[in-house]
Structures are given as structure tokens and as C-alpha cells.
């Protein structure tokens, strides 16, 4: 009796992990997506089908885990959303010329992009138990999604990304956790 | 299971639908006992009872992702296994419907040992069962045919009324076995 019942508890869990291995499937194929329209929007081939795989790979398995890093997936991806428009838009502005110089917009819209992101990921957070894991996944799914379009001039759009992130993520969860102490 | 076991079971099915691997252990050994029961008691006590509750946890956890809080889990489960015994006694139902010329010898083999001695005299209670429930117009039907001259033709409308009665003889057995 005792062995037919851990047969059938170990029946059981390999259902439960591919049950959720397959349920994490759509949600990861609808967000392959992104990269089609970044490389539409003139991100090069090679970077959004790079970064685009990672995402992929990411969502599904923060999905098929679960917890805080199943919960991260909508607000990160979200939150990487606006830096992504705000340097796909820049680059169809092109360049602000003064004087003799002319300066690309994308690192500003990219670190712009990237504060708004980091308030959204750090509010998103207070909500969860786990916070740490929470918003460590959450912002870098959000850091993934805005390099699909803050690739535009090399590293330099995707590390004001990561600075925008990190400048309001960071203070903005821990004035939360003092609050809530 | 008193009150507070089926709100810890609810409980613990809303972790393991959040990802908590480590609640399922208790899941699952909370629901075993009740799901085995169950189906023993739907099916009889052995293999077929723990092969149904078996599958219903596959399905159960296979699902869990889908768990809607607001339902009770143990409910949900039984549910699960109803339906898995439904399909057990349905494929027990196919293995005993064989047509008539198919190990009919094997029926008066005084050589069968006792499981299989004790299965063909279920299985002649039920046709038994089967029988009784037809329409007296019916069961006299079958009766003539059987015992009937065999070197006459039957007539096309006896024809037909056999086989009317050998369909909703058909019917009623399958009702018996829960189909």
C-alpha cells in the first residue's frame, strides 16, 4: 500500500510540473512577440532575436516556477514596455542638432524609460511577499524587454536603462520596507 | 475531514497553485485516503480503486495552476474521481460486452479457477439483471428465438422484433455497467 501511494505521489508531481511547464507556454509565446516589433521599429536582426530568445526563456520559466517570479512576469515585461517606446520613438525622431553638434536621443529616452520603470517595478513589489525575488525578477525582465529597443547606439542606451532601473527601484522598495516597519 | 482540515487543504491546494512545491506533499496526503475510499466504494476495494484515485491526482495537480480558490479542493477532488470511476467501469463494461461467439466455450470451462469462477457468476447475475428489465414482449421474444425449431426460417417480423430485443437488452446492460 505504502509503495502504490508513493508511486502515486511521484505520478503526481511530474503531472503537477509539467501541468505547469505547459500552462507557462502561451504567455511566453505571446511575449516572442516583442522582438518582431522592435526589429520592425529598425532594431537590428541579430540583437532581437538574441534578446528576444532570452525574454522567451525567461517568462516561461519565471511562469512555470511561479511565486514571486511568476508574479514579476506582467509588471516587468509592462515595465519594460516604456523604455522600449520611449527609444523606439527616439529613434524615428532621430537627432537633436545645437550649435555644430547633434546628439542622438535614445541614451536619455532609455534612462528616462528606465526611471519610470524602476517606480513601476519598486510599487509592483510592495505587493509581494517575497519582494527581493519579486523585484530582482521583475526588473530584470523589465531590463531585457528595454534593450530591445535601447540597443539603439550599442551598451550605451542599454546601461542608462539599467541606471534609470536601479535609481529609482532601489530607494523606492526600501523607503517601503522602512514604512512598513 | 472536520472543518479545520478543509480549510488547511484549501490553504495549501492555493500554495501549490502559486508554484509552492513544498505544499503538495501535504496535498496530496490529505486527499489519498479520501479519493481511495471513494473509489472503493464506487468500484470495490483493489487495483481498479487505486488506479482511479491515482489518475484523478494526476489530473488534480496536473491542474493545479487552474485552481479556483473560491471552490473546495476535497469537492473538487471528488468530483475528479467520480468521473475517473465512470471511466474505469466503462472499460470494464467493454472488456465483459465481447460478442457472443467469442469464448462462449470459456463459459462452461470447469477448468476456470476461482477469480475467474467468481467473475463469470457476476457476470451471469448481471445478464440475469439485464434481462429482468426488459418488457415481458421482449423477453419472450428471445426466449422463442433461442428455443424455437432452428431448421425454420423465422419470419422477417420475428426477425425483427429479436433483434429490437437483443438492442435494448444490449442497452440495459450497458445502463447496469455505467456507461
Same mark, same amino acid.
Given at each position: ?181 | ?33 479520501? *479519493?481511495? &475510499?471513494?473509489?472503493?466504494? &464506487? *468500484? +470495490?476495494? +483493489? ?25 473546495? &479542493?476535497?469537492?473538487?477532488? *471528488? ?26 466455450? +470459456? ?19 448481471? *445478464? ?12 419472450? &421474444? ?38
Amino acid at each position: 500500500m505504502a509503495s502504490r501511494r508513493d508511486e502515486a505521489r511521484e505520478r503526481a508531481m511530474r503531472a503537477y510540473e509539467v501541468g505547469r511547464a505547459v500552462r507557462a507556454i502561451p504567455l511566453a509565446a505571446a511575449l516572442s512577440s516583442l522582438p518582431i516589433v522592435a526589429c520592425l521599429a529598425g532594431t537590428g536582426a541579430a540583437t532581437a532575436a538574441a534578446v528576444g530568445a532570452a525574454v522567451t526563456a525567461i517568462v516561461w520559466a519565471f511562469g512555470w516556477r511561479g511565486g514571486a517570479l511568476g508574479r514579476a512576469i506582467g509588471p516587468g515585461a509592462l515595465a519594460g514596455v516604456v523604455p522600449l517606446a520611449l527609444a523606439l520613438a527616439s529613434r524615428s525622431y532621430g537627432h537633436v542638432c545645437t550649435g555644430g553638434e547633434c546628439v542622438s536621443l535614445c541614451i536619455p529616452a532609455c534612462t528616462t524609460g528606465g526611471l519610470v520603470a524602476g517606480v513601476w517595478v519598486a510599487r509592483a513589489a510592495r505587493r509581494s511577499s517575497s519582494r527581493g525575488v519579486f523585484l530582482a525578477g521583475a526588473s530584470g525582465l523589465a531590463l531585457l524587454v528595454g534593450s530591445l529597443g535601447c540597443s539603439c547606439v550599442g551598451y550605451g542606451g542599454v546601461l542608462g536603462l539599467a541606471v534609470g532601473l536601479a535609481t529609482t527601484a532601489v530607494p523606492i522598495s526600501l523607503l517601503g520596507r522602512r514604512s512598513a516597519a | 475531514m472536520d472543518e479545520r482540515a478543509l480549510r488547511e487543504l484549501d490553504a495549501a491546494m492555493a500554495r501549490v497553485a502559486d508554484g509552492d512545491r513544498s505544499a503538495c506533499p501535504l496535498v496530496f496526503d490529505r486527499l489519498w485516503p479520501d *479519493l481511495v &475510499t471513494f473509489a472503493a466504494r &464506487t *468500484l +470495490g476495494p +483493489g487495483p481498479d480503486a487505486e488506479d482511479a484515485a491515482q489518475e484523478a491526482l494526476e489530473k488534480l495537480f496536473a491542474n493545479a495552476a487552474n485552481y479556483d480558490p473560491h471552490r473546495p &479542493t476535497l469537492a473538487w477532488a *471528488l468530483a475528479v474521481v467520480a468521473w475517473e470511476c465512470k471511466t474505469v467501469a466503462r472499460r470494464r463494461g467493454r472488456r465483459r460486452e465481447r460478442p457472443l461467439d467469442d469464448g462462449v466455450g +470459456g463459459l462452461s470451462d470447469s477448468a476456470l479457477g476461482p477469480e475467474a469462477a467468481a467473475e463469470e457468476s457476476a457476470m451471469l447475475d448481471a *445478464l440475469r439483471g439485464a434481462f429482468e428489465a426488459l418488457s415481458e414482449e421482449d423477453r419472450s &421474444t428471445l426466449v422463442s428465438t433461442i428455443t424455437r425449431d432452428a431448421s425454420g426460417p423465422a419470419s422477417p417480423a420475428l426477425r425483427k422484433r429479436k433483434e429490437r430485443a437483443i438492442e435494448r437488452l444490449r442497452r440495459a446492460w450497458r445502463r447496469i455497467h455505467g456507461e
